[in-house]
């Protein structure tokens, strides 16, 4: 599973290199994001702008991760392309997630981000 | 029928990465019969699904079991056929594929129950008949470029 992570404040960025979030990787990518939430993270941003495709196995992947991660931490969206986008809105789960035209807009500012670790 | 402007088939055993593999295969197909870019995301979708369908329910417990996949790309839409090997529909019908409650709570969010929502928004014409040896699903697709994402 190829997630990277990078850190604004309490807002995390998780950068999905991953082009599918299919059947065939839905139940590690579930468990890959819910272990990218930190105590300290207020906001967990996923930048979606390389995936692809999305199918209904990877859109409860992510709701299932949402409720997961807990209360204390908002799962959000960035960067979704076409396809990916349909999905979200045809099951009008784009009413359930916040949802960013990028990451750079998900952390309101230009700033460059920082490294973790 | 349509006029078939090309026909691609794909036999598949019942595991995801075949799924993953086949729906490559199909998509290269649709892409240089030259249909656009969002007409091939819809059929590559809608074919996700139903393909995901068979090896999660038709082929459960069935790790022989055998898919085949045939698209008619004609001018104006591509007509699908899915056959497999395995269990038939409950009451041999199509499933009703309404869409699951997305505006309930966090907690009670459901996670599963869009496939066939999917299927039924972008398909049309779709039709299921319990044979013999198996089950059979067809489906038509549109070709078309002013479908631009619906």
């Not at chain 1, 992570?5 to 979030?21: A, P, Y």
């Not at chain 1, 035209?101 to 998900?106: D, L, R, V």
């Not at chain 2, 090309?6 to 729906?23: E, G, N, W």
Request: glycine residues 8%.
């Amino acid at each position: 599973m190829q997630l990277s992570t990078k850190d604004h404040g309490e807002i995390r960025i998780v950068k999905v290199g991953e082009q599918r979030i299919d059947a065939a990787i839905a139940i590690q990518f579930k468990e890959a994001v819910r272990n990218c939430a930190a105590e300290t993270t207020e906001r967990l941003v996923l930048d979606l702008s390389d995936v692809n495709f999305l199918d209904s196995s990877g859109l409860g992947a992510l709701v299932a991760a949402m409720k997961l991660i807990g209360p204390n931490c908002k799962l959000e969206l960035a960067g979704l392309t076409a396809n990916v986008e349909r999905v979200f809105r045809l099951t009008r789960m784009n009413t359930v997630f916040r949802i960013h035209a990028s990451a750079q807009e998900a952390i309101g500012g230009s700033a460059p981000l920082a490294d973790v670790g | 029928m349509n006029d078939a402007r090309s026909r691609v088939c794909v036999s598949l055993t019942a595991d995801q990465h075949a799924v993953r593999d086949a729906l490559a295969e199909l998509t290269e197909a649709l892409g240089a019969a030259g249909l656009p870019d969002a007409a091939i995301g819809t059929a590559e979708l809608v074919l996700a699904e139903v393909l995901n369908n068979v090896v999660e329910h038709a082929l459960s417990g069935l790790s022989q079991g055998r898919i085949e996949v045939t698209l008619r790309i004609g001018d104006g839409t591509t007509i699908a056929k899915v056959w497999d090997d395995g269990h038939p529909m409950p009451g041999h019908a199509l499933p009703t594929g309404d869409c699951p409650d997305t505006q309930a709570d966090i907690n009670e969010l459901p996670e599963g129950g869009f496939g066939w929502f999917l299927i039924q928004s972008l398909a049309q014409d779709i039709r299921y008949t319990r044979q013999p040896d198996g089950n059979l699903l067809t489906f038509t697709l549109s070709n078309d470029m002013a479908q631009d994402y619906p």
